[in-house]
Every structure is written in structure tokens, then in C-alpha cells.
């Protein structure tokens, strides 16, 4: 049972365009999201962050937004780089309990940004 | 130095022979993580060290041991490698309960078993 899904698999936008990425999930005791960021050869690194009391995290040309009750989030990406050209994973864990820290992935997306 | 490092990058094996594969970091973090990550597919959690008590994923459990010699080291060693343990092996760390509880990764190892 995949309890992390993104989408789409793969998004082509232009330079200077939005991407908007896509993440739900099923586990009600999740209530930490971070995205991350990685470029091939490399290992994932964190993109920015948001914890369910929130609705809306921004950090640069980088926003989440965060549906709690649809269990809901969408990483968007302003002003689109092609130095953004990278797969993006929307990762989900509980900050407390015995599952603390553990985080479950899901498939990713592939973002291309063409010049 | 605020990074994890993993050794080797690359590493090639034989069908049955054992794999070490080793992690380190410098910032205290309380707790180390293995990622197994296949090609179009989510990381995958293997298991955790926190502090020294280790925890393995049921559906791994029989698949891969570790150990934490102290707190910068943790390894990840299979006894007997299979075609199916070609993977990106990921290592994090991170401080369990910190306000930024997001675990930093390494590099990775590219394991390919032949």
C-alpha cells in the first residue's frame, strides 16, 4: 500500500514558468512534509519543509501548500530555472511517537524546465 | 562540517559475497537511516539507529544487518549479496525531535551485484 503519492511522474514547463507538483497521503498521524530535492549522481537534498498546522509555506520561488483535510500538498515552483531540473520527492513523517523521523517517500517527480 | 558521507560511491559484487557498506557524520545527530532507492521507485526504509538501538523494517528484517560503533559511524552490511540488492544505498542522519527533524542524506553507494 503506496501511502505517499505523487504527481505527475514527469512535468515539462518552460523557463519562467510555475510547476506545480502534486503529493497526498493516507496516514492520518503523518504531520511533517518535507520535499527534496535531487539532481542526478547525487543524494536527495532538503528542499523546504511544512508541518500540518500550517497551510502555506514559502521560501523563495518555492511554496507549499498544505490541505490537511484532504491530506493534501502541492510544492510550487515560481519562476521556473532550468537549474530546477531535478527529481523532486514529497516525503511525509510523524513528529512524534514511535515512528518519529521515519520518513515514507513517495515515487517522485521529474521536472524538466526547458530554456 | 555539516555533511553525511558514504563509502564507496560505487561498489561491485559477486552474486553470495558479502557487502560492507559505510556512513559517517560529524553533527551529533542522534539518529542514522538507510535508504534502499531502485530506479523509478520511493527510497525505501531499511532501517534506523537511534542512538544505539537499532531498528529494522519487518519486511527487511532478515535482508540486512548494521552497527554504530559510536555516533558518527553506522554500517550496512549484507551477508550474501543477491541480483536483487543492485540499488542506490542512502544514508541520513538526523536529531530526533529537534525542531528540524529532517533527516540529511548522503551521496549514496551505487551497489551493482553481478
Known amino acids: 500500500q503506496q501511502q505517499v503519492r505523487q504527481s505527475p511522474q514527469s512535468l515539462t514547463v518552460w523557463e519562467g514558468e510555475t510547476a506545480i507538483l502534486n503529493c497526498s497521503y493516507e496516514?492520518?498521524?503523518?504531520?511533517?512534509f518535507p520535499w527534496y530535492q535531487q539532481f542526478p549522481g547525487e543524494g536527495p537534498a532538503l528542499l523546504i519543509s511544512?508541518?500540518?498546522?500550517?497551510d502555506k509555506k514559502e521560501d523563495g520561488r518555492f511554496t507549499i501548500f498544505f490541505n490537511k483535510r484532504e491530506k493534501k500538498l502541492s510544492l510550487h515552483i515560481t519562476d521556473s530555472q532550468p537549474g530546477d531540473s531535478a527529481t523532486y520527492f514529497c516525503?511525509?513523517?510523524?513528529?512524534?511517537?514511535?515512528?518519529?523521523?521515519?520518513?515514507?517517500f513517495g515515487h517522485g517527480t521529474i521536472l524538466r524546465v526547458h530554456p | 562540517d555539516t555533511t553525511v558521507k558514504q563509502n564507496p560511491r560505487y561498489k561491485l559484487a559477486r552474486v553470495g559475497k558479502p557487502v560492507n557498506l559505510i556512513c559517517s557524520q560529524t553533527?551529533?545527530?542522534?539518529?542514522m537511516y538507510w535508504y534502499q532507492k531502485k530506479p523509478n521507485q520511493a527510497p525505501k526504509l531499511l532501517l534506523f539507529?537511534?542512538?544505539?538501538?537499532?531498528?529494522r523494517e519487518a519486511d527487511t528484517f532478515e535482508k540486512f544487518q548494521s552497527s554504530r560503533p559510536n555516533n558518527s559511524f553506522c554500517s550496512l552490511y549484507i551477508g550474501s549479496a543477491g541480483l536483487e540488492y543492485s540499488a542506490m544505498y542512502l544514508c541520513?542522519?538526523?536529531?530526533?525531535?529537534?525542531?528540524?527533524?529532517?533527516?540529511?542524506f548522503g551521496e549514496g553507494t551505487r551497489l551493482s551485484v553481478l
Open positions: 541520513a542522519s538526523s536529531t530526533r525531535g529537534g525542531c528540524n527533524q529532517a533527516p540529511l
Open positions: 496516514d492520518s498521524t503523518f504531520n511533517y
Open positions: 511544512i508541518r500540518s498546522v500550517s
Open positions: 516525503a511525509a513523517s510523524a513528529l512524534t511517537g514511535a515512528n518519529t523521523g521515519k520518513l515514507t
Open positions: 553533527m551529533n545527530h542522534d539518529t
Open positions: 539507529y537511534y542512538d544505539k538501538i537499532l531498528n
